[in-house]
């Protein structure tokens, strides 16, 4: 089934719209969009990643067809917004939200500073693991990495996090 619409900026174009499409793209936001914006919070820094995101987003919309077909479309999507949020950044440092003391939760006042002293693959991995419950698999699949190669980067953030927060084990 196909809609079609007028644009209203184009003086009567119309253009045609597959519901299936529409489906296939609401379906994917749904599954993917909270991990995306995960993945590219901790390597843009929390004040790209929505922008970063909603670009990427948008990319897919525009080019569905293509990254309907790939193997790993989530996987192509965060490099879409990494190369977005990149561009856009300008190799500026990445900056997480400030921790705020209250009786909520305790949090390590150093950890916003010895994260963003890791590589940015090292802090992928750590962060997604460790602060968002994603398994390896999920991670190497979204870095379109082996699972191997994903586990050498948390255990290399691990020990420079160790190290930077003076932790013995």
């Not at 948008?58 to 561009?87: I, K, T």
């Amino acid at each position: 089934m196909n809609f079609e619409l007028a644009d209203p900026g184009s003086d009567g174009v119309v253009v045609e719209i597959d519901a299936s499409a529409e489906v296939w793209f609401s379906s994917f936001v749904h599954d993917n969009e909270r991990r995306i914006r995960q993945a590219l919070t901790t390597a843009l820094g929390s004040d790209l990643a929505h922008d970063a995101t909603a670009e990427a987003l948008a990319y897919v919309w525009e080019h569905r067809q293509r990254v309907e077909s790939m193997e790993n479309p989530a996987g192509y999507v965060y490099r879409v917004g990494l190369n977005w949020g990149r561009r856009t950044a300008r190799r500026r440092a990445v900056l997480f939200p400030s921790i705020v003391a209250d009786d909520s939760e305790w949090f390590e006042p150093g950890l916003p500073d010895a994260l963003a002293a890791l590589t940015e693959k090292q802090r992928l991995v750590v962060y997604l693991v460790h602060g968002h419950a994603w398994s390896l698999s999920e991670v190497a699949d979204l870095l379109q990495v082996s699972k191997g190669t994903a586990q050498k980067h948390m255990e290399r953030g691990m020990t420079r996090l160790r190290r930077q927060m003076k932790v013995d084990l």
